[in-house]
């Protein structure tokens, strides 16, 4: 008899034994033991017989009748039984791997004596299968963490002396290896093991959907960790790319999009598994769609969700209730019942310490909270002894002790940031009730220690998001700055805490644009080979990011979005890469310093005398502004009342809408000069400037400061108010730093280009025909109304001037995906999106966007509105006018041509473009006058003043043309 032809029929009859042990271990009390997550005790063999009775029956009648086949196959195969006590171990491996989530404890014991059975035999597959499941069943199980990594070494280290290096099981033992390096901070090492298993697994004939997805999750998961959102999401994607309803995946694209403040599409991720999953990732996306409500403020959302996620972990083993307390707690906290969230905080922090007591950052981030709400409830002592224990569960380092890489020990940093904050917090309520100025100072150094190590870890990072990230999570941190500066200045008058609330206003301001203008200067350094390369990476991406937009807008097919995903995740990849190269290459191009106080108030002495600025912060509880005028700084505390937020609101709303009725205008004055009382009265007392700077921040970035109202009128109308417009020339900036951006090396000839086309179709502006000779006729330049976007790409650096016509459109959801819409060509490509221009580099001094909607967009903490008239200043743009709603031709066709010829007659941007808004509220019919009309463009940036050649070169060339002649026509005699 040929024993390898019956080398299946014994697989089958091992595979079956295999069924029949699996289902005698779980018969009787072997596998009895603690729970390691909940800590009570597991269920008893009655309970957990019902789990296998729908299977009971046919295990036993197949198991029997194979025994019966068994015995004879026994003498038959007496020169096979090695091979036959390997297919027998190999099943029962794999039957152990089934008790592994139940019963960790108890598949560790049966995995260490497989492995010694495995090693015997030489059987490399079972070998590799029982150290895999030690590994996975050691994660799960109350086994030290320590031990446990040694396990996942060991497989790595001891699998390939029995296998390939190429073989899925060694793969498998890379995969687990690198979560515990993820754990251990060693984050470019699991990064390296995951892409080294992907390989191994990509290179198989029949290659595992599944796990090719999930590994590629898992490098999304890693770069979560780092916070590099943008490539952690183009993991996930390339994830759900392959695997369409991955549900780890949309798990960490929501959470990925929620930390870039993208709340819709973060539950919009959550909420495609939460009808289409397990109940463990159902739960989650319950916990991560209830985040997104309470994050917008909607309790009663968040309460429903969160709800039910408690009624699905009422129907068996809970799953993460201390996230469910800690969001209860987060609701209670919004709405200011301290005390309930201080008992669901309390709660939280005990679950955690229960389950989660290896994530240390988690421990540190409950008892910030419980002592947030201490504060709250005015118990001080409780509050400051909560901070002390969540800085002790950040310096134990996950309870080891061990030295980390230094990027992980800056990530880990900064989790101390929110500490510091909500720690100055209780010093200012306790200053505010005790008056103890040293502990209030105290407050002041906990600032400068958490701005230092924010600083730090934003030099880690180089794409805009994670900034925009980080800007956003030190909000608190400012607002308390600010806070303990107004009142240490109120009680003392020592100047020196106004100019450190100067600067604290202006650190705010400045984020990724006065980064990006300290790299931009460091750029130029680099050799031009490197500069060309870095170009073409980034348009490529540009490029890249908008036909993978374009197909998601156009529900192009499955096989182009997914096509469109790829490339732009290998470009990325290639992208990151080469940043790498050139920051280990050229150190100096990543170092960005922080702006200082002398460097600051340098810049400030440049102003006009005659310009005074004034800065607004608009925080969670308080508002402050601060005004510099002629040297002398001013400090004024805001109190965010329900009621302020609502009256600048209507304000808002009414300056949106066209409405001529006579209770309609008198309701706009009442708002008007109340937003001017509540806004600008203080900061202008006393001063009669020429000109002002707004730097504005939250809701004030939507509002045109011009429209407000000196004083209240019993008018009927709008013609004839006094508006700020008709008062004071007022110009916007994102910082007092960023009024002047870096001069380019090359600046084009200060010509104006008009890009003004008329259309076709249901796109015409049919009065687009006459602007470009309209405006030609003040300033000179060349007509671009034909230019396609490729022409604007080729021609637009050439001019000092551009003019765009066109039609635009905002995206407060998604701001990359504005855009300016060129006439229809050849190409598909016609419109210029912002994530476009966020990778150009414009030398342009002076664009006006005569098009709709263009500065509008989502409002970020620090930044303002995320547009496309701020993308086109990230540009390098030093003056931009924009439009914050939809423009009217009657306006622009007469502001804008008066605008050029101010300019070209000497006036500065801002005096020019205010003059041109005046002269046109002199003309204004009563219906024109509206504010909708003519307050509706912003001035952003630098004071620009047109450079005009000079004329000397000409009078001297023409003087020795004339010389030349003199002696050519009357020769010497």
């Not at 495609?272 to 309470?294: C, D, E, M, P, T």
């Not at 808002?652 to 937003?675: H, K, M, W």
């Not at 009563?926 to 070169?953: C, I, M, T, V």
Request: aromatic share 12%.
């Amino acid at each position: 008899m040929d024993y390898t032809d019956l080398h299946g029929l014994k697989q089958k009859i091992c595979g079956n034994l295999g069924n029949l042990w699996f289902f005698l271990l779980a018969s009787t009390n072997t596998l009895d033991e603690p729970n390691h997550k909940t800590g009570s005790l597991t269920k008893t063999m009655e309970n957990r017989r019902s789990d296998f009775e729908s299977r009971t029956y046919k295990t036993w009648i197949k198991g029997s009748v194979w025994l019966a086949v068994l015995i004879p196959l026994m003498f038959s195969s007496l020169y096979a039984q090695d091979n036959l006590a390997i297919d027998t171990l190999l099943q029962k491996t794999r039957a152990s791997v089934k008790l592994i989530r139940h019963y960790p404890d108890s598949a560790m014991g049966f995995f260490k004596e497989y492995i010694g059975e495995a090693k015997a035999l030489e059987a490399g597959k079972c070998y590799a299968l029982a150290y895999n499941g030690l590994v996975r069943a050691a994660f799960r199980s109350k086994v030290p963490f320590d031990q446990a990594n040694v396990y996942s070494k060991e497989a790595v280290d001891s699998i390939p002396l029995l296998l390939s290096q190429n073989s899925f099981y060694y793969a498998d033992a890379l995969q687990n290896r690198s979560s515990f390096l993820k754990r251990l901070g060693q984050q470019d090492l699991a990064k390296r093991y995951l892409e080294r298993s992907l390989a191994i697994n990509l290179a198989d004939k029949k290659p595992s959907t599944y796990v090719i997805t999930a590994i590629y999750s898992a490098i999304g998961g890693i770069y979560q960790s780092e916070a590099d959102w943008l490539m952690a999401i183009s993991y996930y994607q390339k994830a759900l790319s392959i695997t369409p309803n991955f549900a780890t995946a949309f798990s960490g694209l929501g959470w990925a999009q929620a930390q870039l403040g993208n709340i819709v599409e973060s539950r919009d991720a959550y909420r495609k598994i939460w009808n289409h999953s397990s109940k463990r990732y159902h739960i989650n996306a319950g916990l991560g769609i209830a985040q997104s409500f309470v994050d917008e403020g909607k309790i009663d959302s968040a309460k429903h969700y969160l709800t039910l996620v408690e009624q699905a972990n009422s129907e068996g083993r809970r799953y993460k209730p201390q996230r469910v307390q800690e969001l209860w707690g987060d609701i209670f906290s919004v709405i200011g019942e301290a005390a309930k969230a201080l008992h669901a905080y309390q709660q939280a922090q005990i679950l955690r310490k229960e389950i989660d007591s290896k994530y240390f950052q988690d421990l540190a981030r409950g008892e910030r909270q419980i002592g947030q709400q201490y504060a709250r409830m005015a118990e001080f002592d409780s509050a400051h002894q909560h901070f002390t224990y969540a800085f002790g569960h950040l310096s134990s380092k996950a309870g080891k002790g061990k030295e980390l890489p230094d990027r992980q020990e800056i990530l880990f940093q900064a989790d101390a940031i929110p500490i510091l904050s909500a720690k100055t917090f209780a010093y200012l309520d306790e200053f505010t009730q005790h008056k103890e100025l040293p502990k209030l100072k105290k407050g002041v150094e906990a600032c400068e220690l958490a701005y230092g190590l924010f600083h730090q870890l934003r030099e880690e990072r180089i794409e805009e998001a994670n900034k925009l990230v980080l800007n956003r999570s030190m909000q608190d941190l400012f607002e308390a700055a600010l806070g303990t500066c107004y009142a240490l200045h109120q009680a003392t008058q020592n100047e020196d805490y106004l100019r450190q609330a100067l600067l604290w206003m202006e650190r705010y301001q400045t984020g990724i644009l006065y980064t990006e203008r300290q790299r931009s200067q460091k750029w130029q350094e680099l050799p031009d080979s490197l500069q060309i390369k870095d170009e073409n990476f980034r348009i490529e991406i540009g490029i890249l990011g908008q036909k993978e937009a374009l197909l998601k807008r156009e529900q192009g097919s499955d096989t182009e979005v997914q096509a469109a995903i790829e490339a732009l995740f290998s470009a990325r990849e290639a992208y990151v890469a080469f940043r790498k190269q050139l920051a280990e290459e050229w150190p100096a191009f990543g170092a960005v310093e922080a702006i200082d106080e002398k460097e600051l108030l340098h810049q400030l002495r440049d102003l006009p005398r005659q310009t005074a600025s004034i800065a607004y912060f608009w925080g969670k509880n308080q508002g402050y502004s601060l005004r510099y005028f002629q040297g002398k700084i001013e400090f004024y505390q805001i109190a965010l009342t329900p009621l302020v937020s609502q009256q600048l609101n209507d304000l808002l709303a009414l300056l949106q809408t066209v409405d001529y009725a006579e209770e309609t205008v008198s309701r706009f004055i009442r708002l008007a000069a109340q937003g001017y009382q509540q806004w600008l009265s203080k900061p202008l007392a006393g001063i009669s400037p020429a000109q002002l700077i707004i730097i504005p921040d939250g809701k004030l970035a939507s509002l045109p400061f011009e429209a407000l109202l000196s004083e209240k009128t019993d008018a009927t109308t709008f013609r004839g108010l006094p508006y700020l417009a008709t008062q004071i020339d007022v110009r916007y900036a994102h910082a007092l730093s960023l009024l002047q951006l870096p001069t380019a090396k090359h600046a084009p000839e200060p010509e104006l280009a008009v890009f003004a086309p008329a259309y076709t179709g249901n796109l015409t502006i049919p009065q687009n025909k006459n602007v470009p000779a309209t405006l030609l006729t003040e300033a000179p330049g060349k007509d671009f109304s034909d230019a396609t976007k490729a022409h604007f790409n080729t021609y637009a650096e050439q001019y000092g001037m551009l003019h765009l016509a066109l039609h635009g459109q905002s995206d407060t959801a998604n701001p990359s995906l504005a855009y300016l819409q060129f006439p229809l060509s050849d190409s598909a490509d016609t419109r210029l999106y912002s994530h476009e221009l966020y990778n150009m580099q414009l030398l342009n001094s002076l664009i006006s966007l005569a098009a709709c909607e263009v500065g509008d967009g989502k409002l970020e903490a620090g930044e303002g509105l995320m547009s496309l008239s701020r993308a086109f200043r990230y540009a390098g743009a030093a003056t931009v006018l924009s439009s914050r709603w939809k423009a009217d031709a009657r306006v622009t066709d007469r502001i804008f041509p008066a605008f050029y010829r101010y300019l070209q007659d000497g006036a500065y941007s801002g005096k020019a473009f205010g003059q041109a808004r005046r002269d046109f509220l002199a003309q204004a019919t009563p219906s024109l006058a509206h504010p909708y009309f003519w307050a509706n463009f912003a001035h952003w940036g630098a004071d620009y003043e047109l450079q005009k050649r000079p004329f000397w070169p000409y009078i001297l060339i023409s003087g020795l043309i004339l010389f030349l002649l003199f002696f050519i026509f009357f020769p010497k005699k």
